[in-house]
């Protein structure tokens, strides 16, 4: 493999991980207006029930994908905090 294979590669890595950031932020605009949603209607931030979905879906994802599912709950943990900081802010906004 040539070196400009190896450059190439990583420059779309890259660009994958421009795209996972963009998606990224999209999810977490959405999560704020589940904050706002629950602040006007005085509810919790704090959801167990739907943390335990998200983690589910993630593990189920990865398994699909060929992924190791305790790697996708890993970063499925990371994702449902950025989440909760997010609408966090908006409660305390």
């Known amino acids: 493999m040539s070196d400009n294979f190896l450059a190439e590669t990583r420059e779309a890595i890259a660009e994958l991980d421009k795209q996972m950031f963009d998606f990224l932020q999209k999810r977490t605009d959405l999560a704020q207006a589940i904050g706002e949603y629950k602040a006007e209607h005085g509810m919790e ?6 943390e335990a979905r998200v ?19 890993a970063i499925a943990k990371i994702v449902i905090q950025i989440a909760i900081d997010r609408e966090n802010s908006v409660q305390k906004g």
């Open 55 to 73: 983690i589910e879906r993630y593990r189920k994802l990865a398994e699909e994908h060929g992924i190791n599912a305790d790697e996708a709950e």
């Open 45 to 50: 931030v704090h959801n167990p029930a739907q």
